[in-house]
């Protein structure tokens, strides 16, 4: 190893190459130990479970749902309350012009607690009503998570679809340096035009200019993955489709589509507009309360005993009489708003199940394309390209169908791709309509 033109090196060479040769084995060792970006090499690629389960952790709307639910319920234990008694405390009949607290015989302390009741079922209907409201929120949050998991599986596979985009026009670029390649030698030879040699270097300038393109779209779908996974939208996706390949019938989506959490939150809204009814007709119902006071009086009477103190009970009733009118208008309000809440869950209803037929539709549309793209298109595109180039080199042909048949390849691989992703894209729609 250390020989060199046949003679021994000097010991002190010999022992730096040494020390060298044990400095690089300790840090092969550490680099093995200790992988540069170590974090980012075990992130790995991005698959599609794990981009749902960042996006539906800690989601902001559906917290904030979920946090006005909370709210309701906790309003709903306020409002089955009674009202808070009320003490009352005075000095009655105080003499003020001379005399003191003994002086006259209606003079006295009072004291007192007041518990007023409100009218009918006033109290059980209005936590009825927050119960409810509660339970409609929570449904929205439910639909609010199936909405951000569609949105986050949709962005995902169109990050995915350019990713597959870009890889398949860059290995496509030495197919088209090899036919300039090609064109330039028979053009040397004289065996080809100076035009076949210009176009062949026009559609490389053209596929340069195509991989911008589909890098500019590349960074628009990772923009949008980040806004539901934040800075993980960076990282490369994993280059493997989920095996979506079976949808339910469409009947059976159909009869699966009144338990979407939507249509569910609608129902929540209507049961709590009926409460509001039921909770105005109560309105033309007494209150009432329940007056308990104590009287402390001094002195004594004209036969010499003392004073008795006083013990009063009272009961107030609301008279609802003049509030007819009032009473009325409420009551025809809460009956308009619920037949609102129908009307408004009717229409959510049709736009659910227009929408399922649609994309029910569209799936099984996408699901005959690709079948048939797997099973004819892509080998006849792919035979197409190789025939063209085969007559051209025997001079049997022109360059112009040479460039067609190979972009066109070119272009039915890449609509391959965006067929499996349009189609992932509309199940991931179908899930969340039909609660897949």
């Not at 309350?81 to 001379?98: A, H």
Request: hydrophobic letters at 45%; one cysteine or more.
């Amino acid at each position: 190893m250390f020989l060199v033109r046949g003679r021994l090196p000097e010991l002190k060479y010999v022992r730096r190459a040494a020390a060298r040769s044990g400095m690089f084995c300790v840090l092969l060792v550490l680099g093995m130990l200790f992988p540069p970006n170590a974090p980012a090499q075990q992130r790995g690629a991005l698959t599609l479970a794990e981009a749902e389960d960042l996006a539906l952790a800690a989601e902001p709307g559906q917290q904030a749902m979920i946090a006005k639910a909370a709210a309701l319920e906790a309003r709903a234990v306020v409002a089955g309350q009674l009202p808070d008694p009320r003490l009352r405390v005075g000095l009655n009949n105080f003499p003020i012009e001379s005399g003191g607290f003994r002086t006259e015989g209606m003079t006295h302390a009072a004291i007192g607690l007041q518990q007023a009741f409100p009218a009918g079922k006033t109290r059980s209907i209005s936590v009825r009503q927050f119960d409810l409201l509660a339970a409609e929120m929570n449904e929205n949050a439910e639909a609010r998570s199936r909405n951000v998991l569609t949105a986050a599986r949709s962005a995902w596979l169109d990050l995915y679809y350019w990713e597959k985009a870009h890889d398949l026009v860059s290995e496509s670029r030495p197919i088209f340096d090899d036919l300039a390649t090609v064109t330039r030698s028979l053009y040397s030879v004289g065996r080809k035009s100076q035009q076949d040699v210009l176009r062949a270097e026009l559609e490389l300038s053209r596929l340069q200019d195509r991989l911008i393109d589909i890098e500019r779209q590349r960074s628009g779908a990772q923009a949008a993955l980040g806004e539901w996974i934040g800075h993980d939208a960076a990282r490369p996706v994993a280059l493997k489709l989920p095996g979506w390949d079976q949808v339910p019938s469409l009947e059976s989506l159909q009869d699966m589509l009144p338990e979407h959490p939507s249509l569910r939150a609608a129902d929540a809204q209507i049961k709590a507009r009926s409460a509001g009814v039921d909770l105005a007709n109560e309105r033309s119902k007494p209150g009432w309360a329940v007056d308990l006071g104590y009287s402390y009086r001094e002195g004594l009477l004209s036969t010499g005993e003392p004073r008795s103190d006083f013990i009063s009970l009272g009961v107030t009733v609301d008279l609802p009489f003049f509030r007819k009118k009032s009473v009325d208008s409420t009551l025809s309000a809460a009956l308009q708003e619920r037949s609102a809440a129908m009307s408004a869950r009717e229409q959510s209803a049709r736009a659910l199940r227009s929408q399922l037929a649609a994309e029910h539709a569209r799936w099984r549309d996408l699901t005959r394309r690709l079948s048939l793209y797997e099973t004819r298109i892509l080998d006849q595109a792919k035979d197409h390209a190789e025939a063209s180039l085969l007559a051209y080199q025997s001079d049997r042909g022109d360059f112009a169908d040479v460039m067609r048949a190979s972009v066109d390849y070119l272009d039915t691989r890449i609509e391959h791709i965006r067929l499996q992703v349009e189609r992932a894209q509309s199940y991931a729609v179908l899930a969340n309509l039909g609660g897949l």
